[in-house]
């Protein structure tokens, strides 16, 4: 069975680093983009960038990018998402999910973590 | 940027009604299109892929189609469980892929 597992919610203050985790099992980790989802409160959902395991190949949308950064630890099978300096703006859900490639070689994200709640406050 | 625009961004309706919800992409993404249903406090999960591809488990009461610019959600036989939050998003600018603002599915 396909899991991705994140950690803990978090609480920080405006520019304290943080570092969050999705754990995979259940398939090939190395074989499947995986990328990060966030859900400010009670608003949309944002895709914010994408890494290939399999070579550490990294995309980032625009509105997120030079504020985070996407990592990932082939050997536990981890993926990770880390800010140098938070914002309170940063307070959110945070999901990670799988990418997987469907028959008309478009992306969908087919399975997700349980979300990381990030609160950034003074 | 490819934008992605939701209507209706609320909905009430019945159990047992036909449901539409209609999702348009400001350019052409062929039948790059995904869904996704949400509920309070829960990850978003797959319903529809490549526009109107049903992901493995999901009711064959939910469907999709369109293609280019026009794509719609459609739920045939509304259940209590079906009242979440839908969202459209595309994958045609790869890895870019944004989603629509979401259309909350709400009890009448």
């Known amino acids: 069975e396909v899991q991705l597992v994140q950690s803990g919610a978090e609480v920080k203050k405006p520019g304290e680093s943080l570092k969050i985790s999705c754990q995979g099992s259940?398939?090939?980790?190395?074989?499947?983009?995986i990328g990060w989802v966030r859900q400010m409160p009670d608003k949309g959902l944002e895709w914010m960038g994408v890494?290939?395991?399999?070579?550490?190949?990294?995309t980032y949308s625009p509105s997120f990018e030079g504020h985070v950064t996407i990592s990932v630890d082939n050997s536990g099978s981890v993926a990770y998402l880390q800010w140098s300096s938070l914002k309170a703006s940063d307070t959110a859900m945070y999901y990670c999910?799988?990418?997987?490639?469907?028959?008309?070689?478009?992306?969908?994200?087919?399975?997700w973590g349980q979300g990381t709640l990030v609160t950034v406050s003074s | 940027d490819i934008q992605m625009t939701q209507s209706p961004t609320s909905l009430a309706a019945s159990v047992g009604d036909r449901v539409t919800i209609t999702c348009r992409a400001s350019?052409?993404?062929?039948?790059?299109l995904n869904w996704y249903q949400q509920k309070p406090g829960r990850a978003p999960r797959l319903l529809i892929y490549?526009?109107?591809s049903l992901h493995s488990g999901v009711p064959s009461r939910f469907s999709g189609s369109g293609s280019g610019t026009d794509f719609t959600l459609t739920i045939s036989s509304l259940q209590p469980e079906d009242f979440a939050t839908y969202y459209c998003?595309?994958?045609?600018?790869?890895?870019?892929?944004?989603f629509g603002q979401g259309t909350k599915l709400e009890i009448k």
């Open positions: 350019q052409s993404i062929s039948s790059y």
């Open positions: 259940g398939y090939m980790f190395s074989n499947f983009w």
């Open positions: 490549a526009a109107s």
């Open positions: 890494i290939y395991p399999g070579d550490s190949e990294t």
């Open positions: 999910a799988r990418h997987v490639l469907g028959g008309n070689g478009g992306y969908s994200l087919d399975y």
């Open positions: 998003q595309q994958s045609y600018n790869t890895p870019l892929y944004t």
